[in-house]
């Protein structure tokens, strides 16, 4: 979904006031590009909505006092909120800058059914705006991510692994209990926006995040916008094929997907058929990693195949990529064994051979450890840029 030019102006002037306040009027034009008259009627009616607040700076010179303008970094939040791998919800408060006023986290029950999981956010989120004492007035809209396929557009999730499938009216629910307007997106989307909004490369809008965890995802910036597709649904990264027809069988019900052997549950169940082992459930699935890893540091077993081949795989998808998209950079976050350097030098290998060579190395490519913490960040940067871009 693609913002119109009036909310892309919008969007636009807010992030370079956020970047560079205090900042005024007749400075905008220079950052922004727009004209002066975009501007004052931009500018205009953000004052008008609290969003930005006007301060009269005494001049030096006689005549009138110059004003600059400021993102209102009080009285007006947002709040973002995710399911975590551990069967968490992580719930985080912001202001319209974007700083965070308060953390909470709270123990999701075990469910089946998508309708029960949006119950239990709403009672949580209940709870958590009561503990931070904020008017419920003055929050502008909730942002909810999940690992699942959601259409961001109604707020709709139709599928997260171990629930029913949907589609679930999400956003609708946790709206309605807590008459609070609230949006739904995918967790890839939400650590590509915590990138742009946060990251080292923090305004940078042209990248590909792909996140390396239980499963494998995707999420595109280019032109300062995250590309959501024509249906709403993020990129699949993780279902392209790389052992087509013949491969793995992936939950998606394909073969030979990327998932199937490159995210995080593909090598614990790989790794636990070469040790001849039963794989653990979901929900054990990331203590199972941990000990893995460990007993292969200790070299009691031996998992590099595995995580060999996942390596050359993700190589060979990155430079697909590439190679189709050229980014400006990628990101790949992903547990601590991905900085290995024998399996950075498997990924490198198999990302030079297959990239094509008028892209080979001109695109910038980033290791990060994940962080829990991001998932919150991103649902409220998702909030801001809707308060941000919408009138
Ligand atoms: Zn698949």
């Known amino acids: 979904m693609r913002l119109s030019d009036q909310e892309y102006n919008r969007l636009l002037l807010l992030k370079k006031l956020r970047a560079s306040e ?69 719930t985080e408060i912001v202001n319209l800058r974007g700083e965070s006023l308060g953390v909470s986290t709270a123990k999701l029950q075990t469910a089946t059914r998508i309708e029960d999981l949006a119950g239990q956010f709403a009672a949580v989120l209940e709870n958590a705006i009561s503990g931070w004492q904020v008017r419920r007035e003055d929050i502008f809209r909730i942002g909810v991510g999940l690992p ?23 956003g609708g629910i946790v709206s309605r209990a807590l008459g609070i307007p609230t949006l739904v997106d995918n967790n890839i989307n939400l650590l590509a926006r915590a990138e742009h909004w946060y990251g080292a490369g923090a305004h940078a809008g042209d990248f590909t995040l792909i996140n390396v965890d239980l499963a494998i995802g995707a999420a595109l910036y280019r032109g300062g916008q995250l590309i959501s597709g024509a249906h709403g649904i993020a990129s699949e990264f993780g279902h392209t094929k790389i052992v087509p027809d013949v491969g793995r069988t992936c939950f998606c019900g394909a073969r030979g997907c990327l998932q199937a052997y490159c995210s995080v549950q593909a090598i614990i169940e790989q790794s636990c058929e070469r040790l001849g082992r039963v794989p653990p459930s979901y929900d054990g699935m990331n203590a199972c990693f941990d000990e893995l890893l460990r007993e292969h540091a200790a070299a009691e077993i031996d998992i590099w195949p595995v995580l060999e081949q996942a390596s050359h795989y993700l190589g060979i998808a990155v430079a697909n990529h590439i190679t189709m998209q050229d980014p400006e950079a990628v990101i790949i976050l992903g547990p601590p064994v991905a900085m ?5 030098g498997t990924f490198f290998a198999a990302l030079e051979q297959n990239t094509f ?6 695109t910038k490519l980033h290791f990060k450890f994940s962080d829990k913490s991001a998932y919150a960040r991103g649902a409220a940067a998702m909030v801001l840029e809707h308060v941000y871009a919408t009138s």
């Open 340 to 344: 290995m350097d024998r399996l950075r």
């Open 357 to 362: 060579p008028a892209l080979r190395r001109r």
């Open 22 to 90: 205090p900042v005024a009027r007749t400075d905008l034009v220079a950052l922004t590009g727009l004209t002066g008259g975009t501007i004052t009627a931009i500018t205009a009616d953000l004052v008008n909505r609290g969003i930005v607040i006007e301060e009269k700076v005494a001049s030096s010179s006689r005549g009138r006092p110059r004003v600059n303008l400021r993102i209102n970094p009080s009285g007006k939040y947002v709040i973002g909120t995710t399911a975590t791998g551990d069967g968490h919800a992580l």
């Open 148 to 170: 699942g396929i959601v259409d961001s557009r109604t707020g709709s999730v139709e599928q997260i692994v171990t629930y029913e499938p949907g589609p679930c009216d999400f």
